[in-house]
């Protein structure tokens, strides 16, 4: 079908999006006088630094920065970008949270919103009366809201807390309801920010299927916005690439997950997480992670089997009994290699500030660039794994391949671990009639 015969969903049209920041004086009154006469007549700051980032201009910094975009009724579209590129920011802007500096949104249609756990919901109401008011933002009856009810609470997975106030719910459980509440609610439009990292694996493809057929056989268009790049992959048709506030690719999702991961050309051998915002799926941050680096090296570029030798600086807010850390690796389109596990390091205190060095093998992993998550995590009294303190973006890449004789490794094909060769423990020949048969 041509585009010219498709129907609009939703239109963006130099769309910008500016945010205030407080000014720091440039240290001199002619300097700050230069300054504010540039940003009166619309001109370049005289006084910035070679080099600035561009994105700050004088007292502001552009979230996004003329963006152009169409979509198409019953498209899911994927859209991807690294931290601070403008997502989140496109998908407010979408939902009406906030408005544009500047430009142009038109939608055609209701949206259903989850741009983060508990969207929407009111903690005092129980479940089901925040269906109800769901449903009421939305514009439906409470007698299209009943028609419904019975499905969004047997999708949800929560019938025997649907009457208890939501601020009783785990993290796990908002998300199960908001997501069902979105889904089968009467919206054209379906806008989900990230919000499965939190659901277990079961729900998180209960969740796309959902998404597929909304947009396959109900004609519902999908923005979804996710790390995780094979669930970009399930579910849409079609991508874009955002990058310092503007879109830097539009169209095949595979092509989208090449143009980002080779994006990301972080080479630092050190991370500074102090300032890093909390991830909104983090319930009970009890750590605050400081900083992670790579001791006894001035690049994060490894030989296979040299050792990853790494310290952890973190601050405990609460007191947390046997403090535990799980580094995950993941390729360079976020799919999942392996993880390392440290338990029980030991019970901390809280306002207290802790330092581990730990040395990671990497002699399986092949040639290729990395990155890693890392999530601290305690047992509670279920003896459940619950996520406590989190960071990202630490990258490091593996150069070289011990055995010369080991072939060139396809990790889209044989997968990221290098297994040891098989031993041959013995073979026979029958050479009459030139077969080899094993013993």
Known sequence: MSENSRQISIQLSGVKKMYKLGQISGGTLQGDLQ???????????????????????GQTFMALNGIDLTVYQGEALGIIGANGAGKSTML???????????????????????????????????????????????????????????????????????????????????????????????????????????????????????????ANKEGRTVLYVSHNMNTIRQLCDRCIVLDQGKIVFDGDVEEAIDVYANSKNNDSVYVDYSQ?????????????????EFIGKDSNVFDSNEPLIMKFKWLTKKPVNDVCLRIEVLSMDESPVGAYLVFDIF???????????????????????????????????????????FGRDMFFEISSLNDEKQLVWDTRQWGYTVQPNPKIVSFQSNENTGCINPI
């Not at 940003?39 to 700050?56: A, M, Y």
């Not at 890093?276 to 992670?292: A, M």
């Not at 019970?347 to 092949?366: C, H, P, V, W």
Request: aromatic share 10%.
């Open 92 to 214: 407010k802007l979408l939902s009406k949270v906030t408005a544009p500096t500047e430009g142009e949104i038109d939608i055609y249609g209701r949206i259903a919103s989850m741009l983060e756990v508990g969207t929407g919901f009111n903690g005092e109401m129980t479940g089901r009366e925040n269906v109800y008011m769901n449903g009421a933002i939305l514009g439906m009856t409470k007698a299209e809201i009943d028609a419904k009810m019975e499905d969004i609470i047997e999708f949800s997975e929560v019938r025997e807390f649907i009457d208890t106030p939501v601020k009783r719910y785990s993290s796990g459980m908002y998300v199960k309801l908001a997501f069902s509440v979105a889904a089968h609610l009467d919206s054209e439009i379906m806008i989900m920010d990230e919000v499965l990292a939190v659901g277990d694996m079961a729900f998180q493809k209960k969740c796309l299927s959902k998404m597929r057929e909304a």
């Open 347 to 389: 019970t901390s205190q809280s306002d207290k500030k802790y330092e581990m060095t730990l040395e990671l093998n990497t002699q399986f992993l092949a040639r290729s660039k990395y990155q890693m998550k890392f999530v601290f995590f305690e047992k509670d009294e279920y003896g459940n794994n619950v996520n406590i303190g």
């Open 35 to 57: 300054s504010w006469w540039a940003r009166v007549r619309g001109k370049e700051d005289p006084n910035i630094k070679i080099g600035h980032n561009q994105r700050l201009v």
């Open 276 to 292: 890093k915002k909390e991830p909104s799926w983090l319930h009970d941050p009890k750590i605050k992670l400081l900083s992670v």
